[in-house]
């Protein structure tokens, strides 16, 4: 045997290697046959270094943050029964502890699995634990309370927009489902009335924006069991239509109402709402559809009548009547825009980085389907155009590879607004209405003003030759 700690050692004045390397620290003379044993010890442990840092390491995450969108996970995979009998004890001693503490214990769905061979059966289930501060409850608007007061008392705010219901005011409808991004579409249905025109019309909106839509049938104490069995048939027949071809799931329980939830997955500001503040000036209200907006940050905002985008500075930022420094996409909110002129705006203008270098369009082309028409679509048709927040009349210039069009046929469309230029994107969905006529499509190319006048004058050409 060989004493690793002297064998180790170097005398001082002598490397590795040279002169001194056979000679201890005692100045004896050592083997060949120890200096190999040592060296391949010395390899052995270098290598068994090695590996143990090639090795990959074990996942890292951050954290768990109390606020946000990230929440981690945990799942079994083939467990043993002690493992499993461990975890179900601790979690008996959870919900014994949470109900201890005044924790709610909800029960959300339950099941019952074969547990072994001899088909004993046992019940698995999903709960949800939660403590609610004594201080903190659901409020709402009431006399005594203002909506300054909830936003700062709430730690979680959920808008309800109501849009109108008559066909008379189908515009507003059509404005709040384009300009507000609702998460979800309720669409509520009498029990005894049924299926309206307007229901099947909204449905169709809907789904053409792909907001996510489910169905509440209200007054079902009004009417027999018989009529709100016969609302719901009618809904699903509606639903199964190759225009719809959804799948319906009645929701009768709340595990029906987690089920059903589970099924639902959807910097530039579009400007919906413009006002004027006293002690403030003028105020726009809109949603952020992209990026980041701080306040005090520098943007543009078009395009005016003439296609122009003027600068501007965000002075101050609201949600939900409380001030903010950051906003970020999705939300809505109000700008302070402190002096700027108010007659320069107006609903469907876009506040964006100068960096963006934004372009605008008189013309563009979509493609479309005719939904109705009592005739026919055809060249120097006049529609109105909803796309996002752009609310607009339009008129069709030319049907690529058609004359016409008729109820339910498709076809790449150039529409050219008739007042002034829009800010557009490409891919966005796109509505158009005029009386009974109504179509859905989306934007495919968009043509700058510079385009516009040549592509007219080839187009004029086209057809005196023709």
């Given at each position: ?44 442990r270098?290598?068994k ?11 890292y ?7 946000g ?28 502890g949470?109900?201890?503490v ?26 949800l ?28 705010m ?20 384009t ?7 309720m ?13 099947r ?40 239509q ?41 105020v726009?209200g809109?949603t952020?559809?992209?990026g ?16 122009r ?17 950051v ?19 107006r ?29 026919t ?20 210039e ?18 050219r ?40 004058q ?9």
């Open positions: 045997m060989v004493d690793l700690s002297e064998s180790g050692a170097v005398s001082p004045g002598h490397g590795r290697h040279g002169q001194g390397s056979g000679f201890g620290n005692n100045g004896k003379k050592t083997s060949k046959k120890s200096r190999t044993r040592r060296g391949k010890r010395g390899r052995r270098r290598n270094k090695n590996n143990r840092n090639n090795k990959t390491p074990p996942p995450f951050p954290p768990e943050a109390e606020e969108n990230i929440e981690y996970k945990l799942k079994l995979v083939n467990p043993t029964q002690y493992r499993f009998e461990h975890l179900a004890t601790q979690l008996k001693v959870a919900f014994a949470g109900s201890r005044g924790a709610d214990i909800t029960l959300l769905r339950e099941r019952e699995v074969d547990y072994d061979l001899d088909r004993n059966t046992r019940k698995i289930a999903e709960v634990v939660r403590k609610v501060p004594d201080d903190q409850q659901v409020v709402n608007y009431s006399e005594s309370r203002t909506a300054e007061e909830i936003c700062e008392s709430s730690s979680k959920i808008t309800f927009i109501d849009l109108a219901g008559h066909h008379k005011y189908l515009k507003t409808t059509i404005f709040g489902l300009s507000y991004c609702p998460d979800f579409a669409l509520v249905v009498s029990a005894n009335t049924g299926i309206a025109g307007t229901t019309e909204h449905l169709g909106l809907a789904m053409a924006l792909k907001v996510p839509i489910f169905i509440v049938v209200s007054k079902v104490d009004l009417c027999s069991r018989g009529t709100v069995e016969r609302t719901v048939r009618q809904l699903e027949r509606v639903l199964k190759p225009g719809c071809n959804k799948v319906p799931m009645v929701v009768s329980n709340p595990d029906d109402a987690v089920t059903a939830a589970q099924q639902f997955t959807q910097s530039a500001w579009w400007v919906d709402e413009i006002y004027s503040v006293p002690d403030v000036g003028t726009v809109g952020l559809y992209s980041v907006c701080r306040e005090g940050e520098r943007l543009v905002v078009g395009p005016t009548d003439e296609g985008f003027l600068r501007l500075k965000v002075g101050s930022i609201q949600r939900n009547r409380s001030a903010c420094r906003l970020r996409a999705g939300q809505a909110a109000t700008l302070a825009l402190g002096n700027f002129d108010r007659s320069l705006l609903k469907g203008m876009v506040m964006v980085s100068p960096k963006m270098n934004p372009t605008i369009c008189c013309q563009f082309e979509a493609a479309i389907v005719l939904l109705f028409h009592a005739k679509f055809r060249r120097g048709s006049q529609v109105t155009v909803h796309v996002g927040n752009v609310r607009q009349t339009a008129t069709v030319c049907l690529h590879g058609k004359d016409e069009l008729r109820t339910g046929e498709r076809a790449v469309v150039r529409f607004f008739i007042k002034h230029p829009e800010y557009l994107r490409l891919g966005a969905k796109l509505l158009f209405r005029e009386g009974v006529t109504k179509g859905i499509g989306h934007v495919t190319r968009l043509l700058p003003p510079s385009q516009n006048h040549d592509q007219n080839n187009h004029d050409q086209n057809l005196q030759e023709h």
